[in-house]
C-alpha cells in the first residue's frame, strides 16, 4: 500500500502587494448565489476580496490537515471526549453503510480496549485514503486493508465475549508475580446490553474524569518536585 503524503501546492497570499490588482471591468462570479451587482462598487470589491481569502485560508488548512495515528493513552481530557464522539460517529456510519454484523462490530466495543484501538486505525487510515489530495488508488487500498481488519476484529470479537445481547470485560490472565501492585483483575461478569448510546456517553464521562483525574496528578507531582528544589536551594 502507498503511504505518500502529496506536499501540498503553494497558495497565493491574498495580501501579497507584488499580486497582480483585479480588473475592476470584469464582473466575477457571484458567491453562494448572492448577487452583488446592486452593491457599489467598492462594497462589492471588498466582499469578494474577503471571499477569496477566507476561501483561501479554508483550503490551505484543508490541504495541510493529515490524518494521524491517535495515541489515546495520552490525549488531554478534552481531545479524549473530542475523539471518542467522532469515532463514535464513524463506527456507526461504518457498520450501516457496509452492513457490519454484532461479530464484527458490537454495540459494545468502547468498553474493550483491543477493539476501540482497532477502530480508532481503521478510521485514521480511512481519513488518510479518502482525503481530497489522497491518490486515486487509495480508496481501493484502504478496502483491502479493511478486509484484512475485519478479520482482526471477529478475533478480537471471539475473544472478548461481547455479543449484540450481552457483554462482559474482556478476560486478562495474570501472570504470577508479574502485575503491578495496584492493579487488580477486572470484574467479568457479563450483563445484558441495554441502552447502548447511553451507556457510550457514560463511558466517555467516565474516561474524560479519569484523564482529568491524571493530568492533575502529573500537574501536581510536577509542582511538588519544583517546590522541593525550590525548598533545597
Given at each position: 500500500?502507498s503511504?505518500?503524503?502529496p506536499?501540498?501546492?503553494?497558495?497565493p497570499?491574498?495580501?501579497?502587494?507584488?499580486?497582480?490588482?483585479a480588473?475592476p471591468?470584469?464582473?466575477?462570479?457571484d458567491?453562494?448565489?448572492?448577487?452583488?451587482?446592486?452593491?457599489?462598487?467598492d462594497?462589492a470589491e471588498?466582499?469578494?476580496a474577503?471571499?477569496?481569502?477566507?476561501f483561501v485560508?479554508?483550503?490551505?488548512?484543508?490541504?495541510?490537515?493529515?490524518?494521524?495515528?491517535i495515541?489515546w493513552?495520552?490525549?488531554?481530557?478534552?481531545?479524549?471526549?473530542?475523539e471518542?464522539?467522532?469515532?463514535n460517529g464513524w463506527?456507526d456510519?461504518l457498520?450501516?453503510?457496509?452492513?457490519?454484523?454484532?461479530?464484527v462490530?458490537?454495540?459494545?466495543w468502547?468498553?474493550h480496549?483491543e477493539?476501540?484501538?482497532?477502530?480508532?486505525?481503521?478510521?485514521?487510515?480511512?481519513?488518510?485514503?479518502?482525503?481530497?489530495q489522497?491518490?486515486?488508488?487509495?480508496?481501493?487500498?484502504w478496502?483491502?486493508?479493511?478486509s484484512?481488519?475485519r478479520?482482526?476484529?471477529?478475533d478480537w470479537?471471539?475473544?472478548s465475549?461481547?455479543?449484540?445481547?450481552?457483554?462482559?470485560?474482556?478476560?486478562i490472565?495474570s501472570?504470577?508475580?508479574?502485575?503491578?501492585?495496584?492493579?487488580?483483575?477486572p470484574?467479568t461478569t457479563?450483563?445484558?446490553?441495554?441502552g447502548?448510546t447511553?451507556?457510550?456517553l457514560?463511558?466517555?464521562?467516565?474516561?474524560?474524569?479519569?484523564?482529568?483525574?491524571e493530568?492533575?496528578?502529573?500537574?501536581?507531582d510536577?509542582?511538588?518536585?519544583?517546590?522541593?528544589?525550590?525548598?533545597?536551594?
Amino acid at each position: 500500500m502507498s503511504t505518500d503524503n502529496p506536499t501540498p501546492p503553494d497558495l497565493p497570499d491574498p495580501d501579497d502587494p507584488d499580486l497582480p490588482d483585479a480588473d475592476p471591468t470584469v464582473q466575477g462570479p457571484d458567491f453562494d448565489g448572492i448577487d452583488l451587482s446592486e452593491l457599489p462598487a467598492d462594497v462589492a470589491e471588498k466582499a469578494r476580496a474577503f471571499a477569496k481569502q477566507t476561501f483561501v485560508a479554508d483550503l490551505a488548512k484543508s490541504l495541510t490537515a493529515v490524518a494521524r495515528p491517535i495515541n489515546w493513552r495520552t490525549l488531554p481530557p478534552a481531545d479524549l471526549e473530542a475523539e471518542l464522539l467522532e469515532l463514535n460517529g464513524w463506527v456507526d456510519w461504518l457498520r450501516h453503510t457496509y452492513g457490519l454484523p454484532a461479530q464484527v462490530v458490537p454495540p459494545m466495543w468502547h468498553r474493550h480496549p483491543e477493539l476501540l484501538w482497532e477502530l480508532s486505525a481503521l478510521r485514521q487510515h480511512w481519513l488518510f485514503c479518502f482525503d481530497p489530495q489522497a491518490k486515486g488508488n487509495q480508496a481501493l487500498a484502504w478496502h483491502h486493508d479493511f478486509s484484512q481488519a475485519r478479520e482482526r476484529l471477529r478475533d478480537w470479537v471471539t475473544i472478548s465475549g461481547t455479543r449484540l445481547d450481552r457483554d462482559r470485560p474482556t478476560r486478562i490472565t495474570s501472570w504470577p508475580g508479574g502485575e503491578a501492585e495496584d492493579w487488580t483483575e477486572p470484574d467479568t461478569t457479563e450483563r445484558p446490553v441495554a441502552g447502548r448510546t447511553d451507556d457510550f456517553l457514560a463511558f466517555v464521562a467516565e474516561q474524560v474524569a479519569a484523564r482529568r483525574a491524571e493530568q492533575d496528578a502529573t500537574i501536581h507531582d510536577v509542582i511538588s518536585e519544583e517546590q522541593q528544589a525550590r525548598d533545597s536551594r
